[in-house]
């Protein structure tokens, strides 16, 4: 231990191989920093957040986007429905259409048949009644014929006697 | 420092503790000596700190990428924390841009010098030689000097800092001389010492813990006495360690932070 050293002001004496290397490695270092160091991390820290405001506008975009196509659907989904409902509309007053139809034609078809009917069973009485009259007239003249005999030869009593006979059938039948 | 040095002769003569002098902080050149490339324990351990930091942070900063390690988010954690809270806060970011390397290089730094006082190995800063700080200091004052030529011109900045704006002109003839020390002398001296003066006292306090609790649980014959006492002294030693470490950011960011309020002074105000 020397006793220069005792002295503390000697720690404040700069040496010339202190200054040498001090400014050699401050040259250094600052160097490093303003080249390498801080440009590196600048680039990231810019690169990063412009990579983040990308992300956000994309998602942004794609928000609209999806916004848009949902009020499209939205839309479509919406006249879809009216149209369904008109068209179910339609089609009941189609159907009521239909069952009107078919039935105002099955009834004038039921008339018409009932009609025919109704008409040829008039025309089969009447051609029964017409038959029937003859046959029952040569019936009752043979049967009168044979029970009377030449009583009744004579054509105007014959065909009295047929038409009161024929009119008393029918007021019975009526 | 003279005290402790007294102590320090009283007890080695008694054969006591090893206690650290202020010839800790003036080792004998053991490279080149003589030469203006001498180098001693204090320049070796700077060399091998700046080496290591250029290593570190050079690997570190070309494998950088997008989405961050953990190691890179503590990096990116310091270099925001120069950038956003020392240099953009105080002058803010339109003024503040080309001073973010300059900073940024003393901040890191000094922070990595001042580790090596807790380094084992080291176990003395890279900054605990008067000149290393003065360095920084000098840096400093040469770019707030350059800052008010720039933005102000010579003349007007030493107008408004020596004949300050607003004081009656007697005053002047006291202010103006501690004006022109302030922007000359007291500036960068006080940048320097502040830091200079914390890394040498702490060396002298962690070493100090340790030397006594070496001495008292190692060499003390009075083993009954001597193991709790040792063992409080290396609590000590442990807590001023983590002191050590604390301070060693503190004065690193009270460097950075005043080197940023000296420059922002030569800009006129707004």
């Known amino acids: ?174 | 420092m003279v005290g402790v040095a007294g102590i320090h002769m009283l007890i080695a003569a008694q054969g006591g503790p090893d206690l650290p002098t202020v010839d800790d902080f003036l080792p004998p050149e053991i490279l080149f000596q003589g030469t203006p490339f001498a180098i001693n324990r204090i320049i070796l351990v700077r060399i091998v700190a700046t080496v290591a930091m250029l290593l570190i942070l050079g690997v570190s900063a070309h494998r950088a990428k997008l989405i961050p390690g953990r190691w890179q988010g503590v990096l990116e954690m310091g270099v925001s924390f120069v950038r956003d809270n020392i240099v953009y806060e105080v002058m803010g970011a339109l003024r503040g841009r080309r001073y973010v390397p300059m900073i940024a290089t003393i901040f890191f730094t000094i922070l990595v010098f001042n580790l090596c006082g807790i380094v084992p190995g080291a176990n003395i800063a890279a900054t605990a030689s008067v000149v290393m700080p003065l360095v920084f200091a000098l840096w400093t004052m040469v770019q707030y000097w350059i800052a008010a030529v720039r933005e102000k011109g010579l003349g007007r900045f030493i107008r408004d800092e020596v004949f300050t704006p607003g004081v009656p002109w007697p005053v002047y003839i006291l202010l103006a001389p501690i004006q022109i020390l302030e922007l000359l002398v007291i500036r960068p001296l006080s940048l320097t010492i502040r830091l200079f003066a914390n890394m040498i006292s702490g060396h002298l306090m962690v070493a100090t813990c340790l030397a006594f609790a070496q001495y008292w649980m190692i060499e003390s014959a009075d083993k009954l006495m001597g193991i709790p006492v040792g063992a409080t002294w290396f609590v000590g030693g442990l807590l001023m360690t983590c002191f050590e470490a604390f301070v060693a950011f503190l004065q690193a960011y009270v460097f950075a932070i005043l080197s940023t309020v000296y420059i922002n002074l030569s800009y006129p105000e707004q």
Not at chain 1, 17 to 24: H, K, L, P, Q, T
Not at chain 1, 40 to 62: L, V
Not at chain 1, 133 to 143: D, M, N
């Open chain 1, 1 to 174: 231990m020397t006793v220069a050293a005792e002295d503390g002001i000697d720690l404040f004496i700069p040496h010339v191989y202190d200054m040498v290397w001090s400014a050699i490695i401050l040259v250094i270092v600052a160097l490093f920093f303003y080249k390498y160091f801080l440009p590196k991390f600048n680039a990231i820290f810019d690169e990063r957040s412009s990579k983040i405001e990308g992300g956000i506008e994309n998602a942004k975009k794609a928000q609209k986007q999806a916004d848009e196509a949902k009020r499209k659907y939205e839309d479509q989904l919406s006249t879809a429905r009216v149209e369904a409902s008109k068209i179910r509309d339609d089609a009941r007053a189609e159907a009521s259409h239909i069952i009107a139809d078919a039935r105002s034609r099955a009834d004038a078809e039921a008339s018409q048949i009932s009609q025919s009917a109704q008409r040829s069973i008039e025309s089969q009485h009447q051609q029964a009644l017409v038959k029937l009259r003859g046959e029952v007239g040569t019936l009752a003249a043979a049967l009168a014929g044979r029970i009377l005999g030449a009583k009744l030869q004579d054509g105007a009593v014959q065909s009295q006697m047929i038409d009161g006979l024929l009119d008393e059938i029918s007021d019975n039948k009526q």
